[in-house]
């Protein structure tokens, strides 16, 4: 049977083409195709016994696939057009399905999610870029992403703004070439100018096709070092406020919002008061801890202490006294616009991984989603959202951990059942939500966004300007212990802490065989945030990039050698699910996965979706999942799909998990 297999399935595999590859629709059914179908058939319907033969014939089935489509014979824009093909008839779905009670909770909690962040990260490149950006610029970078990407993406869930990771670049790149003597803005344009040239070059070959590669390993890495920079910003917010009442007071203010806001989440997840007080404090409890504090610190004695504040400018203009349009054509030198390639290869290189990685995370596997994924396309527009900023002079905009998983979050649909999980003591006689299907649509990302150019206007500005910086501290804090809490890191550290004894049978990880290997797997984690973390704190910073794009080889690579598949299924896991990286064609992680579930070989193997890294030619499988994916009967409908393997609880994980990969 295994030389049958071969012989019937290697032939057709090696002339598949790359357009299957990517899940366009085949021409018509053809000799070799049935063929094929008929192979992985057979192969899917042996015993396991069997089937675990033949996976040294699966892989050569994969090789052989692979080897058609040469790297030297890249089909130019072939990922954006499949891309908008696919996408393009569900446009204006995603504005009718706007009309739902959902949208208008999620527009205001995505608002406040957003904008916080976003004003604290202002007052640290005020700070450090000696005022060159400041609010209105971050205001206007994220009504840029807003606006751009609700109208003309493929993945109009992602929300887009400015992250903490470019903060680091900008103001590393200001304290390079500042002494230099260079125009920073002017400087800055021609990063934007280059790397909208290098993200539109990854666009047309096609180069989102390796986030195939991108795993939960180099996520939660990232989203380790992310935590951490959030919780060094609120320390150096503290810091500059020298040894008076002044500082004493504002670490006092930093470290009530942070209690106030950590009492909120916790409120919001307790079985405590009723359902709509739980989602009231759940969604809202933040930002109106910064509205009390903001007005708590003008009562008694401490109206005397003058406090730091939130620094804003007129209202629709830039914070120095400079025009919109930077004048990248004047105010530099030839040398300086050739310096700047380095800069922007680093910077696509950042983009390339932070927007991506956003955007599997916002759909991922425990969202029920039903409509496609559009990488490529999207990877177009950011080049075209980072352009415009250079030429404004504004922070450029990205995808944004944990606010586009959030967003994703805020518009499922829910409903209780009761917890059937034989192996988990603890869940016996709870109850658990269940995402029914999510809101998929195009208007509440506009209309944050639209907010949040509201937000320039005078009257608010004055308000924002009242904000005590010890407030925005205490945001950092809040947010940084967030990213902590849901990080995969986390969860197994917890876990190898816990007492061994008080450990549910059914716990996901202590299915791993070696417990070593678990301590293995979580060193080398914090041996990459270790890395990534230190590279930041010099003047090197700007190449930290390099250093995250490197975990996704050391994941495909250096790992497998270390573990067995069956320990990095269980430890590891897909970004997304398989319905979501059609758009790149399949997933790498999923094979592992498969291998590391329990039972039967060829039913886990299926469940995940035997399309996802099949050869080219099948892609009936593919088309298949996707009209059940449609009709809301898709295999990703459950949350114990992702997490389950990782033993993080899913209950209410959006309120309080900052980011699962930034």
């Given amino acids: 049977m295994s030389q049958t297999a071969d012989s019937l399935t290697l032939p057709t ?21 049935t063929l094929r179908r008929w192979a992985n058939s057979l192969l899917l319907l042996l015993p396991a016994s069997r089937n675990a033969d033949h996976r040294s014939s699966r892989s050569a089935v994969e090789r052989g696939s692979s080897e058609s489509d040469r790297w030297w014979k890249i089909r130019l824009f072939r990922g954006m057009v499949n891309d908008v093909r696919r996408r393009a008839p569900y446009y204006w779905s995603d504005w009718r399905d706007a009309w739902d009670y959902r949208v208008v909770p999620s527009t205001v909690y995505m608002y406040f999610a957003n904008i916080l962040p976003a004003l604290a990260f202002s007052l640290d490149m005020f700070t450090k870029t000696n005022m060159q950006y400041g609010v209105n610029e971050v205001l206007l970078s994220s009504v ?27 103001y590393t790149v200001y304290d390079i070439m500042t002494p230099t003597g260079t125009n920073y803005l002017a400087f800055m344009c021609w990063i934007g100018l280059w790397s909208l040239v290098f993200h539109w070059v990854l666009a047309i070959t096609n180069s989102c096709d390796w986030l195939r590669y991108v795993t939960r390993f180099p996520c939660d890495i990232f989203g380790f070092y992310v935590a951490f920079i959030y919780l060094q910003k609120g320390v150096q917010v503290l810091e500059r406020f020298g040894n008076d009442s002044p500082f004493y007071l504002s670490v006092t203010v930093a470290l009530l919002v942070f209690m106030v806001a950590y009492a909120c989440g916790e409120l919001g997840e307790s079985p405590l008061f009723r359902h709509p007080v739980r989602v009231f404090l759940k969604d809202y409890g933040t930002p109106l801890t910064v509205v009390f504090f903001t007005g708590f610190v003008h009562f008694g004695r401490m109206k005397s202490v003058q406090l730091e504040r939130l620094p804003t400018s007129a209202a629709f203009f830039p914070t120095a006294d400079r025009a919109w349009l930077v004048h990248f054509w004047q105010d530099i030198e030839v040398g300086d616009v050739f310096i700047a390639i380095p800069f922007a290869v680093l910077l696509t290189i950042l983009f390339y991984f932070d927007h991506n990685v956003s955007s599997l995370i916002a759909q991922g596997t425990e969202f029920p989603l039903r409509k496609p994924a559009g990488f490529h396309w999207d990877i177009f527009l950011l080049g075209l959202t980072t352009g415009v900023a250079g030429l404004l002079g504004l922070p450029f905009p990205n995808g944004l951990i944990p606010q586009a998983p959030f967003h994703t979050e805020s518009l499922c649909v829910t409903k209780v059942e009761a917890d059937t999980e034989e192996n988990n003591g603890e869940a016996k006689g709870h109850y658990v939500l269940k995402r029914t299907h999510v809101v998929e649509q195009r208007v509440s990302n506009l209309a944050q966004g639209l907010l949040t150019l509201g937000t320039m206007t005078g009257p608010l500005l004055i308000v924002l300007h009242l904000i005590p910086q010890a407030v925005l501290a205490g945001l950092f804090f809040i947010m940084g212990y967030q990213a902590l809490e849901g990080n995969g890191i986390t969860a197994k550290l917890l876990f190898l802490l816990r ?11 202590a299915r791993v065989p070696r417990r070593a290997a678990v ?9 990459a945030f270790g890395a990534t973390f230190a590279i930041t704190q010099t003047v090197a910073a700007v190449g930290f990039p390099v250093v995250i794009l490197a975990l996704i080889p050391i994941r495909a690579l250096v790992l497998p050698r ?15 699910s398989p319905f979501t990286m059609e758009s790149v064609g399949g997933s790498y992680a999923t094979a592992d996965v498969a291998v590391g579930q329990d039972g039967d070989q060829a039913t886990a193997t299926e469940s995940e979706g035997p399309s996802v890294m099949l050869p080219a030619g099948d892609g009936k499988g593919r088309r298949s999942e996707e009209v059940l994916a449609e009709e809301g009967r898709g295999r990703a409908t459950g949350d114990e799909i992702e997490m389950g393997r990782l033993g993080i609880s899913r209950r209410g994980q959006a309120s309080r998990s900052a980011a699962r990969g930034k």
Avoid: K, R, Y
Avoid at 146 to 159: D, E, K, M, T
Avoid at 519 to 527: K, Y
């Fill in 519 to 527: 301590w293995g797997f979580v060193a080398i984690e914090l041996a």
């Fill in 499 to 509: 007492d061994h004894a008080l450990t549910p049978g059914g716990h996901p990880l």
């Fill in 562 to 576: 270390v573990f067995s598949p069956h320990e990095l299924g269980i430890l590891d896991a897909p970004t997304a």
């Fill in 144 to 170: 840029l992403g807003a606006v751009v990407f609700a109208i003309l993406a493929c993945q109009p869930l992602v929300i887009v703004g400015v992250t903490g990771p470019i903060t680091v670049f900008n």
């Fill in 13 to 33: 595999a090696m002339h598949g083409t790359g357009s299957d590859a990517a899940g366009g629709a085949t021409a018509g059914p053809s000799p070799s195709g």
